[in-house]
């Protein structure tokens, strides 16, 4: 229960940064730019279905849907929210005025290779599945991380291509000798 309570925080503590780390009128804004073809707002809702499955899993593990019993998986489950959440601070800060709600290009910007961009194109979506899937644990319910995994993965794979043809599109050359020195999520993997 306490590692339940403390994901449930760990999320509230995550609409707080995000809200204070936006910088300009670009930056909070909804308006989509052309590149985004719906995927801020396929992020969005994977990411509010998420919060909805992880509150609702109480309900589920009460029928003993997907239920499972471990405390050691629930902690390991904050760390990695933790974790995650401080890869998101990390890179939102890194990209400061470029860090923005919807896909788009902000007047001035350029391709940031500082920090986590130096190793992964695309370190914030990391830190956000991390927290999806670290919140889901302490939950203790199978069936929930499963499907959070997948909603997650899913759809940061669509983000991640609509953005890269964007920034390909923009910055061309410079953004492809950026994609042959760097990772687009996991290094080694993807």
Known sequence: MTTTVLAYLLIICYFIIERFLRKGKKAISLKAGESDRGSSQ?????????????????ILNAYQFGYWNSAYIGWVGILLTLGGLILRYWAAKI????YTRTLQIVEGQRIVDRGPYSIIRHPGYLGTLGMEIGASLPV????????IAIVGVLSRVYRIQAEEEMLETSFEEQYKVYLEKTWRLIPFIY
Not at 45 to 55: A, C, D, P, T, Y
């Open 95 to 98: 990209l400061g005025e470029f």
């Open 140 to 147: 203790s319910n199978w069936a929930v991380l499963l499907v």
């Open 42 to 58: 396929l992020i969005w809702i994977s990411g509010l279905f998420g919060i909805f499955l992880v509150m609702s899993a109480p």
